[in-house]
């Protein structure tokens, strides 16, 4: 995702290499034996999934943007439409709260530009589809996995050393509040880079109570408290916020999803 940062205020991939890699998946919702896991991704289609694009709106991919091959979520790098990339995502029909989201990625090697290799894990995403709806995002691009984009309205009490340096701090004690406007977005940075630039990588959320933590191949590198979204019946008005769908976002990179699924949580219970 593209914006501004937090101010004060406030070649192909290789056959191969694919086929080599592509996991075995359980139907959609069927819990393994694998710890109360439960398969987001059946590895066959993309059954209780739904796309969005820019330029068609829900369910419409005409240029196949989004497909399932070799057991994989493939993005496409995304078309040029009418002079700007046509961004887009898919998104669980269901919302989803108390959960830790577990994905693995990899980057493909086609790209809308020659800027960093971009997508992202959006979740807690209500109200209308747009780009983006009101949701915060697990930030997915080159350097910068595991960033906290706070999105469309939405408020979090974030942990970062100062508003001038907007970066995750873990020991930090108290937290501040910052919400984004409406239509943007607000970013507060990770706290390391764990990132493998070149193979695949695991990205967690968990979600539990009003909080969230980022994870980036087992390490914790950005959290929030106390999220909130404007109260659709008064938008100036604000309300918790924990529940709401998980978006895979397109934005102009190839790149391939695998072994997407969820745990149930408690809201105290070790995730």
């Known amino acids: 995702m593209k914006s501004a940062i937090l101010r004060p205020f406030l070649g192909l991939v290789l056959a191969a290499c694919v086929l080599s890699l592509a996991p075995a998946s359980a139907a959609y919702g069927e819990k393994t034996e ?23 709106g829900k369910n419409k991919d005409p240029k ?17 439409f009418e002079g700007k990339s046509d961004n887009g995502y898919l998104a669980t029909i269901q919302e989803f709260s108390n959960v830790r989201i577990h994905v693995e990625y990899k980057w493909g090697v086609k790209r809308a530009s020659e800027g960093k290799r971009n997508s992202g894990l959006l979740y807690l995403a209500v109200g209308p589809d747009t780009i983006y709806p009101t949701s915060l995002e697990c930030q997915i691009e080159e350097t910068d996995v595991g960033d906290l984009w706070i999105v469309n309205g939405a408020s979090v009490t974030a942990f970062f050393i100062a508003p001038s340096l907007p970066m995750y701090d873990d020991d930090m004690q108290a937290g501040t509040r910052v919400r984004s406007a409406p239509g943007d977005s607000l970013r507060v940075l990770k706290s390391g880079d764990f990132e493998n630039r070149d193979g695949w990588n695991s990205v967690d959320v968990i979600l539990q109570g009003d909080g969230s933590t980022h994870l980036v191949n087992g390490r914790i590198v950005n959290r929030a408290h106390d999220i909130q979204q404007p109260d659709p019946a008064n938008p100036s008005r604000m309300i918790p916020l924990k529940s709401g769908r998980i978006l895979l976002e397109a934005e102009g990179s190839e790149i391939w999803f695998r072994d997407v699924r969820v745990k149930s949580l408690g809201p105290s219970e070790r995730p």
């Open 64 to 80: 196949s943007v989004f497909k399932v091959e070799n057991g994989m979520i493939h993005i496409l790098d995304v078309p040029m």
């Open 34 to 56: 694998n710890e109360g896991w439960v398969p987001l991704f059946n590895g066959k289609n993309l059954d209780g999934w739904y796309s969005y694009l820019d330029s068609s």
